[in-house]
């Protein structure tokens, strides 16, 4: 294989704009989320007047960790900027104008992540760094207000496709994470030996409930420690490959959702799984919606009513009416007409 064309065709190929559209979505909610756990403390962190003042937060930070906050010492301004990153946030889930979204997404969520280094770790950088690459991505292609309104001009196709450069560099970081995670952890003693997890499992500190029971259990101890190494290290792989990619969502669910209750880290395996979406083909992404899609369960259980689905949407189609030309031909006329 020309390993020219192999490039031109991984990166610049068209592909299918909706599980890009799908993963924005989800990230925006997500997002929203994230910055809702920050308002009950919020003086206190990421303010002049709580934990960090003066000019303590710049010689935290030093010069190339630039925040405009850390030159801010009255509360309002970093409420502001905490109220626009929620304006964007939602912005981002309709996709209203979705490349300026992006953007003060992710220059709203490095401000404040940068006024207080010294509470921001690894999980609070993963939505700084997914919202950067996001914003390099047409993610306004397909289920956004962008697309309802190019649909009505008579501009989006019947299948949205995008070129996939900013799309394949947000899947390599996500690789690279874990990739890396891996890594850091064979170097040390208690990965390999497979007795990480049960330290973690007496960190009474970011315990959800208490599991120093299952210290009782040496070999269940040690398969946990072993896999998560291996499952990190699949994942950095089996996700471009189709044949493995259902495995490797699979296992990564199950990560997350084991460390979940050991370590209090909010919404990080949330926003990890969550990019789980930018590798899936519209195919896949059609079979997902299809095992989760409440009408069909509704049909195989007999609870469809004769007119249709109980919450009056027959199908994801008609969600998708607003972005298909020829829906809208059918709903307002000729393509293009207002």
Request: proline content about 6%.
């Amino acid at each position: 294989m020309n390993p020219i064309r192999a490039w031109n065709r991984f990166f610049f190929e068209p592909v299918s704009a909706r599980p890009l559209a799908v993963f924005r979505i989800v990230f925006g909610l997500l997002v929203l989320g994230y910055l809702a756990l920050m308002i009950e403390e919020f003086d206190y962190w990421y303010t002049g007047t709580g934990l960090l003042q003066g000019r303590e937060a710049q010689e935290a930070a030093q010069p190339l960790r630039f925040s405009p906050l850390q030159y801010v010492g009255d509360p309002i301004t970093p409420r502001l900027v905490l109220a626009g990153t929620f304006a964007a946030a939602l912005g981002l889930v309709l996709g209203w104008r979705t490349r300026l979204m992006s953007l003060a997404l992710y220059l709203g969520l490095l401000a404040l992540y940068h006024r207080n280094i010294a509470s921001s770790g690894g999980p609070d950088a993963v939505p700084v760094i997914l919202a950067f690459h996001l914003m390099l991505c047409p993610s306004g292609a397909a289920y956004s207000l962008d697309a309802r309104r190019a649909a009505r001009r008579g501009e989006v196709a019947d299948e949205p496709q995008i070129g996939p450069w900013g799309l394949r560099l947000l899947q390599m970081q996500l690789c690279l994470i874990y990739f890396q995670s891996c890594v850091l952890k064979c170097q040390g003693a208690n990965w390999p030996d497979g007795s990480a997890v049960h330290y973690v499992l007496f960190n009474s500190e970011f315990n959800y409930v208490d599991l120093g029971w299952l210290a009782a259990y040496p070999l269940l101890v040690n398969l946990m420690t072993h896999g998560a190494v291996l499952i990190e290290f699949a994942l950095a792989f089996w996700l471009w490959f189709r044949p493995t990619r259902r495995w490797a969502i699979l296992g990564g669910v199950l990560l997350h959702a084991g460390i979940h209750p050991m370590l209090n880290v909010a919404l990080f395996g949330d926003f990890m799984c969550a990019t789980y979406l930018t590798f899936l083909d519209a195919d896949e992404l059609a079979a997902v919606w299809r095992a989760v899609d409440l009408r069909g369960w509704s049909a195989r259980l007999g609870l469809r009513r004769a007119a249709g689905c109980p919450v009056g949407i027959r199908s994801w189609r008609q969600l998708e009416l607003p972005f298909d030309p020829v829906g809208v031909a059918a709903v307002a006329g000729p393509v293009g007409r207002p």
